[in-house]
């Protein structure tokens, strides 16, 4: 951050009951403001309404392909990690209407809907969470083509980012480069101090941000200390993180191409398409035309799609990609090192989700790590 | 203005997701499966510029949306010419419709065949199939400005027969001093009194200047498979040899993934390729 960023922007220390008043604050302001929710026994990302809605005292335990929530007393609000639910469901909808058409006198009429930008605030993004935004903010804005809906929720949505004080049992994001510490990009930043004296130091980033970090009433403007114990806290959850990713990943994938070791991967992988799914990076979509039965109207609309299923390498004749080893082989090489290529950066954030997300509990760092151990490369 | 189409070419459409209305205005049977349409604006005379090599995106209304390549003059503002082959749902209605119907079309896209970059050069032509669709438009423009280049050679290979492509044209070509044009086919039948073999059989015989050709490849993957080889043994290097790569598209402009190949997009990096940027790639399996 810079001298003149600090200098405008706020930083307090609140008591807990002012995220209560800080998420009501931002409703006030006209966001609809979205936030971690327990839901079906997972921690997902919904539309909530106080601090009373959020995940209190819940700690997720997860491991390859398990996930569980349990009650941890005086844990805090966010002592939960990542879920199954990323932001880019609200960036990157799931399902985008891309135009309507209807039969016009001898043809037909297109109209595409102007792109509708609600104001959302996201309410604890991770620093992977954070990271993954920068990440699918070049890929749909790839130097040729912008995509005008990604951009207008983009600059629409205000980030409430928070530092994680705790490591998730499949998080590897010190190795990924995604955090655990909150550098830049949010709008305002948490940092949670459970316990007796349960307390955010809230901090701005943004002068939007420090519009409402101002409003915030109790509490006292926050000192050095502050910060430090802050620090103290990102350091013990990058501590504690237990995966890794190897440095060298690129050139592994790159260089093993065709290793026996993707099909010992085949024989697990049941290409359910999970992991791309809750990838907070995974951007890949296809287009579904609609038609009305008699023909007056036909829409297009732009769903996620995986390259986990066989359909999504048909060309005539059938699908380019027809083994399980291919279709895998695409999904990690495109993550860790044809990102690199296409937009500069790795495409993984080391937030796990697909570790734990998988029914097989198929580790990607592991998968790096046995390509490069079995002796393929040079 | 054939000097101009290639680099007016690159302008993009405002909205590249939103199929603009254009209407058939010719439709012509070339085989059993191919057929060729004409497409002008329903609104508007805007003309149409594109560069040889690029591709538009059509839509059936109500039926869908496939990539197809531009096989028309680049000269020819007026009209957008494409060949297509009916190979599933979306060709197959397109092959339905009729003079006067509508079709949405989004494009150009893609990288160009780098003409500017063969002048002065041999230019060899080699396709496959309907491969030669994409083509065509080289060769238009390699003719309309014939005194910037070299030798010139198209060689051509098809299944049999009766599935040659342009063959009208092919004859034309063939009857010009200033172009070399020789044809094969895969499977000999009737009156064929011409070569029989694949396409590579034919490239050893242009009498061009290896050392300072350059070729341009389009056609099945494996008969650029063959045809890079055999280029690479009289003396052609691979940064002098461009293949038209062609992956499943949603989107052509790199957001949906589907075309990856590698680290590129086969929209937006491709069809076009030098092939020294992708000769690791090319002969492995599945990718």
């Known amino acids: 951050m810079s001298a003149k960023q600090k200098s405008e922007s706020a930083a307090r220390v609140v008591p807990a009951d002012g995220l209560d008043a800080l998420i009501r604050a931002l409703a006030r302001a006209g966001y609809t403001t979205i936030g971690p929710r327990v839901e079906d026994g997972a921690v997902t990302y919904r539309p909530v309404g106080s601090a009373a809605d959020l995940p209190l005292d819940m700690v997720d335990e997860q491991g390859g392909g398990t996930y569980r929530l349990r009650a941890s007393k005086g844990a805090g609000y966010f002592a939960h990690v990542v879920g199954p639910h990323s932001w880019k469901r609200y960036l990157y909808p799931p399902r985008q209407l891309m135009w309507r058409a209807s039969r016009a006198r001898s043809g037909f009429a297109v109209e595409a809907p102007e792109p509708a930008a609600d104001k959302l605030a996201f309410i604890g993004v991770r620093a992977c969470e954070l990271r993954a935004m920068e990440i699918q903010d070049r890929v749909f804005d790839n130097g040729q083509f912008t995509d005008p809906g990604y951009r207008a929720r983009r600059a629409a949505a205000l980030v409430v980012a928070v530092n994680c004080g705790r490591a998730g049992d499949t998080c590897f994001c010190v190795s990924a480069g995604g955090g655990p510490r909150v550098e830049d990009g949010y709008d305002i930043l948490l940092t949670e101090f459970p316990g007796k004296d349960h307390t955010f130091l809230v901090q701005a980033g943004s002068a939007r941000g420090a519009r409402v970090v101002k409003a915030l009433r109790g509490g006292r403007d926050a000192g050095e200390a502050d910060l430090r114990a802050a620090q103290r806290r990102t350091d013990a959850a990058a501590k504690a993180m237990g995966r890794e990713l190897a440095g060298d990943a690129p050139q592994v994938l790159r260089e093993n191409l065709e290793h026996p070791h993707w099909q010992r991967v085949a024989e697990r992988c049941l290409n359910c398409a999970n992991c791309t799914m809750v990838c907070p990076t995974c951007f890949c979509s296809t287009v579904e035309d609609v038609t009305a039965l008699d023909g007056s109207h036909a829409e297009r609309w732009r769903t996620w799609d995986s390259c986990f299923t066989t359909d999504f390498s048909y060309i005539h004749g059938g699908a380019i990609r027809r083994g399980g080893a291919a279709r895998y082989r695409q999904w990690i090489t495109h993550k860790l090192a044809s990102w690199h290529e296409q937009f500069g950066t790795s495409g993984c954030t080391g937030c796990g989700r697909c570790i734990t997300w998988c029914p097989v509990g198929i580790d990607i760092t592991e998968e790096v790590r046995a390509l490069a151990a079995r002796g393929g490369r040079k | ?287």
């Open chain 2, 1 to 287: 203005m054939p000097a101009t189409a290639a680099t007016a070419a690159t302008a993009l459409p405002a909205d590249p997701m939103v199929p603009v209305p254009y209407r058939i205005t010719r439709v012509a049977r070339e085989l059993s499966d191919t057929f060729t349409v004409d497409l002008v604006p329903a609104r508007g005379k805007a003309p149409f510029r594109f560069a040889p090599g690029q591709f538009n995106m059509l839509y059936v209304y109500g039926v869908g949306e496939v990539p197809i390549s531009i096989s028309g003059d680049p000269a020819d503002g007026a009209r957008v010419r494409h060949t297509i082959r009916a190979v599933g749902t979306v060709t197959d209605a397109l092959r339905r419709l009729k003079k006067g119907a509508m079709v949405g079309l989004r494009g150009p896209f893609g990288t160009p065949w780098p003409l500017d970059l063969t002048e002065g050069c041999d230019v060899l032509i080699i396709g496959g199939g309907v491969g030669l669709a994409p083509l065509r438009p080289a060769i238009y423009e390699v003719l309309n400005n014939r005194d910037r280049y070299g030798k010139v050679c198209l060689f051509y290979g098809a299944r049999t027969p009766d599935d040659i492509l342009f063959r009208g044209e092919l004859e034309k070509w063939r009857g010009r001093f200033d172009m070399f044009v020789d044809v094969t086919v895969d499977r000999a039948t009737g009156r064929w009194a011409g070569p029989v073999g694949v396409v590579t059989q034919l490239i050893r015989r242009g009498g061009f200047d290896a050392y300072h050709a350059c070729a341009l490849v389009c056609g099945p993957e494996v008969m650029m498979r063959f045809a890079v080889p055999t280029l690479n043994e009289i003396g052609v290097a691979n940064d002098r040899i461009f293949v038209s790569m062609e992956r499943n598209m949603k989107c052509a402009v790199g957001f949906c993934g589907h075309c990856q190949f590698g680290g590129a997009f086969v929209c937006k990096d491709g069809p076009v390729f030098r092939y020294d940027t992708i000769s690791k790639l090319f002969n492995v399996r599945e990718l």
